[in-house]
């Protein structure tokens, strides 16, 4: 680990104006490129306190072992000038975005004496025309095959082109009309490349034109009586209608732009993209990134940008761009845009209407394309082997932890506090043996003391189901199996442990790994928990958050795994589910004291009758201002349940009025106002 004030420049040698900077290790390779309007200030934050800077930037500097940089004239020529020394050094600490698959083009070789129109797939060459991206190459093949009856354009390989010219015959498509056969001289290379340049037009968005043209020339050969030419007019245009139609208009206004949606984590972030020409969706794609810098969305919008446009110039930059956040500043990156495409492009975040409804349906496919791909690398067996390996030698366990429980609490400012347990066998979510706990021992907030409460009463439960002396009183909502938030596995009472009546033992497992979300003095109070019950085979490690640290019991120093380690993503990934099921089971205890009642306590009134009351009265204020001969108004109410409700509610100090918080109006019901509740959401651990 270098030191990084072996490496400062004087401030006097940096300049103070626009530039781009390098960072380069040990071995001279480049491991991160920046760009800055003013590098003196810019660097400077490198060489701060190490304590200060962020934990990704801490790792890279001290990674580094020298930095240089390069002085140009504007900030937009430092865009560029990142974009190019990211593409050829590719450094380690730059974010670099990944395509999760390799999207197929429809692609018009407008560079050859004889253009062809065919699926293309990687990088794009010098005069070929684009289209795209699909998402299968048999949507373009069905389109193309529309397309041809209007533009019988060329599509067949050179081999055959080569061919068919030799021995004086088209292909097939030739004799059925859908291809002009320009191999065998029935049209010249000028109407040929005139034909291929209407094709690309109409793929462009151009087609109310064209369409509108063949419906007049359609109507005149009818005038003419010219019957035959007019029905192919037609089939024409009804093969052109149905190509557009397989893509839906999405803005009337026949708008080009290209928005960016991204959803990410404290982890990985993805990035999704839609192609409008013409107010269609032409293309679709999608990428993932690790996020190996200190980045926010805007500069991963950014990222993004110069993934696209880079190597784009003229009309392939749409004259709009939406993005879900400005980069910072945003000024250059519009003018680099602008360069690009040669006019004008608006970068902007939608506000309204059609355009940012269109943007929230891509935000919800970069959310499901980001599932997707934790969904993909969480299933694959030999990444759960290799990441169940990683851990144990990380951790120094004799063997690999084929079951983890991990333990999370949670609370809202000290009250309803909770905790949850999850399961997880050979490197999969087992739901059926989730746990959930109220916290009994105490009031108030220590999450330190929650966690010896949890972790002891957890292995109590183990140690009870061990020696088979009988079974226990469950008291309610505590350490309770859950239900709802998992399927009840059949696989565990046939293979495992069970009962007399044939059920699984609940606690019967004891796990080879416990982990706690937290640092050391979460991982000391479930150490010091077990051993008190004399559990000694059971290793334990807690994860951090902020730092994503791996903390031992009496370790002074946490295991910092690798960003790349497969076994630190699946500690992330126990440690989050966790957390979601904890905050799950702390919200439904909290809704449920919000909503209590002092009719709750009234004996021998139902649910029923209970809704009976509130229903007819229209709220609790009502129900206790009204008398007894009142109250017995209410069908299925006699005057002793009347009298109950009565004292019951006089009893029953009234509360506090609720206000709405945007509107300042008095709540009068017994209902609690939704603002209330996400402000609490957002104080919640």
């Not at 129109?117 to 289209?131: C, E, I, L, P, S």
């Not at 999704?272 to 293309?283: E, L, S, W």
């Not at 009250?415 to 347990?421: E, G, L, N, T, Y």
Request: with cysteine.
């Amino acid at each position: 680990m270098a030191d990084p004030s072996s490496y400062r420049p004087k401030p006097g040698q940096i300049p103070d104006s626009p530039g781009v900077y390098k960072f380069r290790d040990e071995h001279g390779r480049v491991i991160y490129v920046g760009k800055a309007k003013s590098l003196r200030q810019r660097l400077a934050n490198y060489f701060q306190d190490l304590s200060g800077l962020h934990p990704r930037t801490r790792t890279m500097v001290t990674t580094a072992a020298s930095v240089e940089w390069t002085v140009v004239s504007t900030e937009v020529e430092a865009l560029q000038l990142e974009y190019s020394w990211i593409k050829e050094f590719d450094p380690r600490f730059n974010v670099k975005y990944r395509d999760d698959k390799s999207y197929p083009y429809l692609a018009v070789t407008l560079n050859e004496e004889f253009p062809r129109a065919q699926v293309m797939r990687g990088a794009k060459k010098k005069g070929v025309r684009y289209f795209g991206p699909y998402a299968h190459a048999w949507a373009i093949r069905e389109t193309v095959d529309l397309m041809l009856r209007v533009f019988p354009v060329r599509t067949c390989s050179a081999g055959v082109f080569k061919r068919s010219a030799q021995i004086g015959r088209p292909c097939l498509l030739g004799y059925i009309g859908k291809c002009s056969a320009p191999c065998v001289g029935r049209i010249s290379p000028g109407e040929h490349r005139e034909l291929a340049e209407e094709f690309c037009d109409f793929m462009a968005g151009r087609t109310g034109a064209y369409i509108r043209r063949l419906e007049k020339q359609m109507q005149e050969a009818a005038e003419e009586m010219e019957y035959e030419r007019a029905a192919r007019l037609r089939d024409d245009i009804g093969a052109l209608k149905r190509a557009m139609e397989k893509s839906a208009v999405v803005l009337a206004d026949a708008t080009d732009a290209d928005l960016i949606a991204v959803a990410e984590d404290e982890l990985e972030a993805a990035v999704q993209i839609f192609h409008v020409r013409g107010g269609r969706v032409r293309g679709q794609r999608g990428w993932v990134t690790d996020k190996v810098e200190a980045v926010t969305t805007g500069d991963l919008v950014e990222h993004a940008l110069q993934q696209l446009y880079g190597e784009e110039r003229g009309d392939a930059v749409p004259k709009e761009v939406l993005v879900p956040a400005l980069p910072e500043p945003v000024e250059p990156v519009a003018q680099w845009l602008t360069q690009r495409r040669g006019s004008q492009v608006s970068l902007r975040i939608p506000q309204r209407g059609d355009k940012k409804d269109l943007m929230a349906t891509v935000g919800r496919n970069a959310q499901q394309a980001l599932a997707l791909h934790k969904t993909k690398r969480a299933s694959d067996l030999t990444t759960r082997s290799r990441a169940l390996e990683e851990i144990a030698e990380a951790l120094g366990l004799d063997s690999v932890p084929l079951r983890i429980e991990c333990f999370d609490i949670s609370h809202l400012q000290g009250d309803d506090v909770v905790a949850s347990m999850v399961v997880f066998e050979d490197g999969l979510a087992r739901k059926s043996e989730y746990r959930r706990f109220q916290i009994k021992g105490f009031q108030g907030q220590d999450d330190v003391r929650s966690m010896h409460e949890v972790v002891g009463r957890r292995f109590k439960r183990y140690l009870q189901e061990k020696q088979k002396s009988g079974e226990w009183t469950e008291e309610p909502d505590d350490d309770a199996p859950v239900e709802g938030d998992g399927q009840v596995d059949p696989d565990r009472t046939a293979g495992g442990p069970v009962d007399d009546d044939g059920r699984p033992k609940r606690f019967a497992y004891p796990p080879q790994l416990v982990v706690v979300d937290g640092g050391a003095p979460q991982v000391a109070a479930a150490r010091r928990a077990l051993d008190e019950l004399g559990i000694d085979d059971v290793a334990v490690c807690g994860l951090a958050k902020r730092l994503e640290e791996v903390w031992l019991p009496e370790d002074d120093d946490p295991v910092v795994l690798p960003r790349s380690s497969e076994g630190l993503y699946l500690l992330q990934r126990v440690r989050d589910e966790a957390h979601r099921f904890a905050i799950t089971y702390q919200r439904s205890k909290r809704t449920k004291r919000l909503k209590s009642s002092p009719l709750d306590t009234v004996a021998g009134l139902g649910d029923t009758r209970r809704q009976a009351l509130l229903k007819h009265f229209g709220s609790l204020k009502r129900l206790r201002a009204a008398t007894i001969d009142e109250i017995c108004e209410v069908p299925g109410v006699g005057r002793k349940t009347a009298e109950t409700v009565a004292a019951a509610l006089a009893g029953a100090a009234p509360p506090a009025p609720a206000v709405n918080t945007a509107t300042g109006e008095i709540i009068e019901d017994d209902g609690v106002p939704p603002a209330a509740l996400s402000a609490e959401r957002g104080q919640e651990r």
